[in-house]
């Protein structure tokens, strides 16, 4: 059974830091294109940031400059490593991967991550 795990969130301070870790099991995540969504209370799931195959990158406009996302082919995962964390980026945060040429589509169960004082 294919799974996407995710872990490293939790509680931290306003202009704190945090890595998300994606892991993928029973794939070969290098040829899927991945993305880490978020979705806050009462509000739709976004995509934060996404890495393609060849490592082309691509970031929602509010955390620019302030998160950055990558991968580890060798250790089969996928990394948001997010600075200068801000309350509005409270939400649970989802991995997701797509491959390009095939249908196939896979979600992790989500992390927390709360900004909070």
């Known amino acids: 059974q294919v799974q996407l795990v995710e872990s490293g969130g939790g509680l931290v301070q306003p202009g704190g830091s945090l890595r998300l870790s994606c892991a993928a099991s029973r794939i070969t995540f290098a040829l899927y294109t991945v993305g880490w969504y978020r979705q806050a209370p009462g509000k739709q799931r976004e995509l934060v940031a996404q890495?393609?195959?060849?490592?082309?990158?691509d970031y929602l406009a509010s955390v620019k400059g302030r998160f950055t996302i990558s991968r580890d082919n060798s250790k089969n995962a996928v990394y948001l490593q997010m600075n200068f964390l801000k309350p509005e980026d409270t939400a649970v945060y989802y991995c997701?991967?797509?491959?390009?040429?095939?249908?196939?589509?896979?979600w992790g169960q989500g992390t927390q991550v709360t900004v909070s004082s």
């Open positions: 890495i393609s195959v060849d490592r082309n990158t």
């Open positions: 997701n991967g797509k491959r390009p040429d095939t249908s196939q589509n896979y």
